[in-house]
């Protein structure tokens, strides 16, 4: 199911710089997050299965960075 965000809602999310907001309901405490940030996500708890599989290798900070700068630059308007 998918349900539409209130215009306020959505501001809110859209002009955060993680791209997630909490939110608090009637029953609970929920998250709301942008595309970009569930990806991001998703791509995270992969990494931790990986990790807690053995499946791990040194890090290279400089080849992340300038990967990250590219993406960065693919999405910028």
């Known amino acids: 199911m998918t349900v539409k965000l209130s215009d306020d809602i959505e501001r809110l999310v859209i ?4 791209g997630v907001v909490q939110v608090e309901g009637a029953s609970g405490t929920y998250f709301v ?3 970009d940030a ?5 791509l995270v708890l992969e990494g931790l299965k ?12 400089d ?3 300038n990967k990250a700068n ?3 630059e693919q999405h910028s308007p």
């Open 15 to 18: 002009g955060d710089p993680t």
């Open 33 to 35: 997050m942008t595309e």
């Open 38 to 42: 569930m990806r991001v996500r998703q």
């Open 50 to 61: 990986q990790a807690d599989q053995g499946d791990v290798s040194l890090w290279d900070t």
């Open 63 to 65: 080849e992340i960075i």
């Open 70 to 72: 590219r993406i960065k």
